[in-house]
């Protein structure tokens, strides 16, 4: 089946004679089985609500079709399905190297929590050689997380080389696929050991709830986020499961439409006077354009531009004359955002040297006409300022 199929198709009711064409939500703790048998049944049944109801059955099942995975495993947000995915894979006394454009809560987590269980983590240039990664691992090196584009910065990574020197090293590969929305780049088939996404954006899509997925490539590496999931006690509400696997029947026309409206808007400010240089995959300039040419089969609604510099004021000016454009730290969602972000305040494997401010843009699903006029107001305003 093609992706937008399988985002019809994937986790729907069957067996029934009839039946409602969503899967029901389906609320549980206490489960109840018929007979002794089916109580001793297997960890993919439905045994206690903490494990996932038929409600996150129907969610799991459609994220493995769309990331061509083996199993899927629901976390409460994407930040908890970044944090149980190192977890699954590390013990004292080892080492990760972690992506230096990683999404700044897992740096965060790394720097103070796996450190304080003696997991030491070593950050990569998001676009280093295949030789320079190789001299980074070490004997104890049991992971290699990658977020590929790069949060704020959005360097494309090389995801069939990262997982080579990830199994050269007996280690895996996780990659963070949250900008892609695992319909348009397959890290399991290139090779990474585990997809994972924060529902929260593009799956869920309207901005109204957290779920984290976390995809594993086979049989082995599934029963170590299992059991991460399970001995963690993790649990996703079975109504946010439902709402994540409704927005995943929309997700093909929205992206289609959210990568319109960012290329346009790209395409757009790369000739305004105000701006230093667009940083968008599907651009030339972005560092592993290349790779996102031959990895990706399209691009999302998030990017970045550097403006020339400009003083804090007119800057606040700028994003305070916005009618359309929302200032929030998440995107998604169908409604446009535009924020300022700070990458020279957390790397520390390559320095983020541009001097203008970086400012990010989620591209929503408005006419594309009315953001340009919102864009319009906010540079004529900062002119004034
Ligand atoms: C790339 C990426 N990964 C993970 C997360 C965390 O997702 P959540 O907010 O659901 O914890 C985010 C949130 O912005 C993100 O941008």
Redesign the pocket.
């Known amino acids: 089946m093609k992706d937008k199929t399988k985002l019809v198709a994937s986790g729907r009711p069957h067996g029934r004679p009839s039946h409602p064409v969503n899967m029901p939500v389906e609320r549980a703790s206490t489960i109840l089985f018929p007979t002794y048998d089916d109580f001793l049944a297997g960890a993919r049944s439905i045994t206690y609500g903490r494990l996932g109801t038929s409600s996150h059955r129907a969610l799991e099942e459609a994220v493995t079709a769309l990331e061509v995975g083996y199993e899927t495993r629901l976390a409460p947000?994407?930040?908890?399905a970044?944090t149980t995915a190192i977890l699954a894979f590390v013990a004292a006394g080892d080492h990760i190297l972690m992506t230096d454009t990683a999404?700044d809560?897992?740096r965060k987590f790394c720097d103070n929590f796996l450190q304080r269980f003696g997991v030491e983590t070593t950050y990569y240039d998001p676009v280093a050689s295949r030789a320079d990664i190789a001299a980074l691992m070490r004997p104890n090196t049991k992971v290699i997380f990658a977020?590929s584009p790069g949060?704020l910065t959005f360097e494309v990574q090389d995801l069939p080389m990262l997982a080579d020197v990830a199994h050269d090293n007996g280690a895996v590969l996780i990659v963070?696929n949250?900008?892609s929305a695992g319909y348009f780049c397959k890290p399991i088939s290139l090779g990474a050991d585990v997809s994972l996404q924060?529902a929260?954006?593009y799956l869920v899509g309207h901005s109204d709830c957290?779920?984290?997925t976390i995809t594993s490539a086979d049989e082995q590496i599934a029963k170590k986020i299992y059991y991460a999931l399970l001995q963690l006690g993790a649990n996703v509400s079975a109504d946010d499961a439902y709402l994540a696997l409704r927005g995943m029947r929309t997700l093909s026309a929205r992206l289609e439409q959210h990568e319109e409206n960012a290329l346009a808007l790209a395409k757009w400010l790369g000739k305004r006077p105000e701006i230093e240089h667009v940083i968008h995959p599907a651009f030339r300039s972005c560092p592993g354009h290349n790779i996102w040419k031959r990895d990706f089969t399209g691009s999302s609604g998030l990017f970045s531009v550097v403006m020339k510099p400009v003083p804090l004021p007119a800057l606040k000016v700028f994003f305070n004359a916005f009618k359309l454009f929302g200032m929030g730290?998440?995107?998604g969602g169908f409604e446009s955002l535009c924020i300022h972000v700070r990458p020279d305040h957390n790397r520390t494997a390559v320095e983020w040297k541009t001097g203008g401010p970086v400012v990010r843009f989620h591209a929503g699903l408005e006419d594309i006409e009315d953001l340009i006029i919102d864009l319009e107001r906010a540079f004529a305003a900062m002119e004034q300022a």
């Open positions: 947000s994407g930040l908890a970044c999404y809560p897992t977020e949060s963070d949250t900008w924060a929260t954006k957290l779920v984290g730290f998440s995107w």
